[in-house]
Nanobody, 123 residues
Framework: QVHLVESGGGLVQAGGSLKLSCAASGRTFTIYSMGWFRQTPGKEREFVATIRWNSGITIYEDSVKGRFTISRDNARNTVYLQMNGLKPEDTAVYYC????????????????WGQGTQVTVSS
């Protein structure tokens, strides 16, 4: 079992930046990929970005390419999401997730989830 704790959410004006962190503990040696998802009320959880734990190779959802950067610190078992050029439509609860599969990007492929952190972008 992998335990995940997110931090770093908050309120920011459009065009601003936030950096989310996700600390993993427990059976971290089983992790192949880490990902970020987001969810707004009444909608399904949406893929944002994923990173392969060992190689650092990344995949992004099209709407965040060029604005968001996912990275990881293996020594700290932590994954980050640097969000620049934030837009009101980025407002959501952001979730960190861990997968036993490489390049996982479907929510169904992720086994462990954090509690979520709210990101609100004002116009």
């Amino acid at each position: 079992q992998v335990h995940l704790v997110e931090s770093g959410g908050g309120l920011v004006q459009a065009g601003g930046s936030l950096k989310l962190s996700c600390a993993a503990s427990g059976r971290t040696f089983t992790i192949y990929s880490m990902g970020w998802f987001r969810q707004t009320p009444g909608k399904e959880r949406e893929f944002v970005a994923t990173i392969r734990w060992n190689s650092g190779i990344t995949i992004y959802e099209d709407s965040v390419k060029g604005r968001f950067t996912i990275s990881r610190d293996n020594a700290r078992n932590t994954v980050y999401l640097q969000m620049n050029g934030l837009k009101p439509e980025d407002t959501a609860v952001y979730y960190c997730a861990a997968s036993l599969k490489p390049f996982a990007r479907s929510a169904a492929d992720f086994n462990s989830w954090g509690q979520g952190t709210q990101v609100t972008v004002s116009s």
